[in-house]
């Protein structure tokens, strides 16, 4: 299947600071990226949809300028969480759509970021 | 509202006998369903997915059934092994959909016991 490559794969921080996180496809262009975050025992929550040469397109109750979509190339997205906050702790997954390569609509998802913020 | 539901939060099963997964939906736009395996601390993986032309698509000891007509998937594991016990997503997409945006059920926790 398609690689997806995220990094870091955990990272500490204290409050106020900003945290940048990569997310790559290895093998594949995806114009689409999406970005999720899973709090414990709960589901995948999409954030928002990360689109190569525009604007993200972020679902309900998330915070654009919290969290700051870039999706500068067609391999690379990053996710950035600004003046981060206790609250902010979770982990964050990223995928790519394989949809444009391969007409299926598969989504391939990087190993996840674990953000601790103290 | 969720589209896309996993009732049971958790299933144990014993090892070498089958593990049956189910999701329901309620989107009929949904087309696509797919079903991933995700371990703690890691991001999914894909298993297996069937689009709605089909009512069964089966790859090695992963099955997956689709019954449209009562909005109703389910993934059969057989036979279960220790290495299967993971947390299991149903997802669900429309394949025309120009994004591909997939809505993702809450997870099942599988417990193969050796």
């Known amino acids: 299947g398609a690689v997806v490559s995220q990094h870091p794969s955990w990272v500490i921080c204290k409050s106020g600071t900003s945290v940048k996180i990569e997310c790559r496809s290895l093998?594949?262009?995806?114009?689409?990226m999406f970005w999720y975050r899973q709090f414990p025992k709960q589901s995948l929550m999409l954030m928002a949809t990360?689109?190569?040469?525009?604007?993200?397109?972020?679902e309900q109750g998330v915070e654009k300028d919290k969290f700051l979509i870039n999706h500068a190339s067609l391999t690379l997205s990053t996710l950035t969480v600004t003046s981060a906050h206790p609250e902010d702790s979770s982990f964050y997954i990223c995928?790519?759509?394989?949809?444009?390569?391969?007409?299926?609509?598969?989504?391939?998802f990087g190993a996840g970021t674990r953000l601790s913020v103290l | 509202d969720q589209q896309v539901k996993q009732n049971s939060p958790s299933l144990s099963v014993q090892e070498g006998r089958i593990s049956i997964l189910n999701c329901d939906y309620t989107n009929s736009m949904f087309d696509y369903f797919l079903w991933y395996k995700k371990y703690p601390a890691e991001g999914p993986t894909f298993l297996i997915s069937?689009?709605?032309?089909?009512d069964k698509n089966e790859d090695g000891r992963f099955t997956v059934f689709l019954n449209k007509s009562a909005k109703h998937l389910s993934l059969h594991i057989v036979p279960s092994q220790p290495g299967d016990s993971a947390v299991y997503f149903c997802a669900a997409g429309e394949y025309g959909g120009s994004q591909g945006n997939l809505i993702f059920g809450k997870g099942t926790k599988l417990s193969v016991k050796p």
């Open positions: 093998d594949f262009q995806a114009t689409t």
């Open positions: 990360s689109n190569e040469g525009s604007k993200a397109t972020y």
């Open positions: 069937i689009s709605s032309i089909k």
């Open positions: 995928s790519a759509n394989t949809l444009a390569r391969t007409g299926r609509n598969i989504q391939y």
